[in-house]
């Protein structure tokens, strides 16, 4: 099977470790995996600060760059929800306007097709056990986007006790949001910062090693909360856990 990495800003640009591990995840389970360099933002930033109109060439080229995959893969649940929940909506009101046919014909197209990866191994590859080996102790935060628009439930959980020698901990308040909430944490940054001190509380209480998370825009955020505190704990893509194997193990600060 070939599939796209749809790698996001933010994994680009600052956390690669992410998209990194989802390819080398991916071409250990046989997948063959494409990297389009022209893709780009989403506009998942612009969109939810107001500017349809700026997201709509976005939309297009987006569409473009991806037509020719039967599957999207993307590490973040916020993109994918970004692009399946909300493109359609763009495309519908630009339709409504009369002057977006092509724009409503290119989110319809690619909506169905972007999936987040733990979307992607269970439901369409129909695996658990990815053959991964992390011997720490985790506890996994579910981020807003994957768990209240993807509903991505129980798949993380299940790829996460499948890992070997991986000491799964429960998240008191593990449906709570971290507070980052994209712009949110911009516009409201003293509830933001409260909110996530809370989440990084209530992970420490469980007293696991590593925070793990599938969109790393909410762990740059409670990865800030964690550096201020000098905490014990590390925050950690989820891609990078299942990536790890006892040849090749993960280790703190390398690509994966």
Not at 53 to 62: D, F, Y
Not at 113 to 133: P, Y
Not at 221 to 240: K, N, Q, S, Y
């Amino acid at each position: 099977m070939r599939v796209a990495l749809f790698a996001t800003c933010v994994n680009d640009a600052v956390l690669p470790r992410a998209a990194i591990a989802t390819v080398r995840l991916l071409e250990r389970l046989g997948v063959e995996v494409d990297f389009p360099e022209q893709q780009s933002c989403c506009g998942q930033p612009q969109f939810n600060t107001g500017y349809r109109l700026l997201t709509e060439p976005l939309v297009l080229r987006m569409a473009r760059v991806f037509e020719t995959y039967p599957y999207v893969v993307t590490p973040s649940g916020s993109c994918a929800a970004m692009v399946r929940d909300n493109y359609p909506r763009i495309g519908a009101k630009a339709r409504a306007e009369d002057r977006g046919e092509e724009l409503a014909e290119a989110a319809a197209s690619l909506a169905p097709r972007v999936v987040e990866l733990t979307e992607f191994l269970v439901d369409v590859l129909g695996v658990t056990d990815v053959g991964a080996h992390f011997p720490h102790r985790v506890t996994y935060h579910p981020s807003c986007h994957g768990l209240r628009v993807l509903g991505l439930g129980t798949r993380p959980l299940a790829l996460l006790r499948a890992v070997k020698d991986l000491e799964l901990l429960e998240l008191p308040g593990a449906e709570e949001c971290c507070g980052f909430g994209g712009t949110f944490a911009v516009k409201n940054p003293d509830v933001s910062a409260a909110m996530g001190a809370d989440k990084v509380a209530a992970a420490l209480s469980t007293g696991a090693q590593v925070l793990c998370g599938a969109d790393n825009s909410c762990l740059l955020h409670l990865d800030g909360m964690v550096r201020r505190r000098h905490a014990p704990l590390r925050t950690v893509h989820l891609a990078e856990i299942l990536a790890a194997t006892e040849t090749t193990p993960w280790r703190p600060g390398s690509p994966a």
